[in-house]
């Protein structure tokens, strides 16, 4: 079964910057559609931005277009997520999430079949 990995998370101060990333293994040659999800205190769950398993295509939520930015690294079983320009409603736990066979553009409204363990990113005011 495929697990991933992630790590970044932490505490910053509003208008700072993090990245996430998250690592792919136990089908390392398979391709992956991969993107993230996060869940704040109290709220649903939430699309954040996915992204093909190439990288040519990628997916936000309007809430962080402009400030989070994700790709992916050259194995193509890894993905990062920079997070720039934080505010604190950005504040929850982040999920990495992957799939073998569904779109980018699919993951953002019904999410793939493998989870991270999820990493909590708490931004102060």
């Known amino acids: 079964q495929v697990q991933l990995v992630e790590s970044g998370g932490g505490l910053v101060q509003a208008g700072g910057s993090l990245r996430l990333s998250c690592a792919a293994s136990?089908?390392?040659?398979?391709?992956?559609?991969m993107g993230w999800f996060r869940q704040a205190p109290g709220k649903e769950r939430e699309f954040v931005a996915a992204?093909?398993?190439?990288?040519?295509?990628?997916y936000y939520a309007d809430s962080v277009k402009g400030r989070f930015t994700i790709s992916r690294g050259n194995a193509k079983n890894t993905v990062y997520l920079q997070m720039n320009s934080l505010k604190p409603e950005d504040t929850a736990v982040y999920y990495c999430?992957?799939?073998?066979?569904?779109?980018?553009?699919?993951?953002?409204?019904?999410?793939?079949?493998?989870w991270g363990q999820g990493t909590q990113v708490t931004v102060s005011s």
């Open positions: 999430n992957a799939d073998l066979t569904k779109s980018a553009g699919l993951l953002r409204i019904d999410p793939g079949a493998y």
């Open positions: 136990g089908r390392t040659f398979s391709t992956y559609t």
């Open positions: 992204i093909s398993w190439t990288g040519s295509s990628t």
